[in-house]
């Protein structure tokens, strides 16, 4: 019998054998699972995946509110020679 994990961690055989389990506990916390004793996948409430997923704005809002915007920042391309590559 495999040990029920006390955290938020699975390994795949744990999480596999617990699918039902895994997926109650993600409606309240993300579930991590893990293959060869690294993270692999995150499991996730569906509510938690639209809320992170949710477009905030466009790409030329978001440059237009960067804390950069009107810095002095040298953005001139260097010139250099390129560099003899042995092929």
Not at 15 to 39: C, D, F, M
Request: aromatic share 4%; net charge positive.
């Amino acid at each position: 019998m495999l040990p029920v994990p006390k955290d938020t961690n699975w390994t795949v055989a744990g999480a596999k054998a617990r699918l039902s389990e895994v997926i109650e506990r993600a409606q309240s916390s993300p579930q991590t699972i893990t293959k060869n004793g690294k993270p692999s996948v995150v499991v996730v409430s569906a509510e938690e995946w639209q809320r992170k997923t949710v477009r905030k704005g466009t790409l030329a809002q978001f440059l237009l509110e960067s804390p950069l915007r009107g810095a002095d920042l040298d953005l001139e391309r260097q010139r250099d020679e390129p560099r003899d590559l042995l092929l």
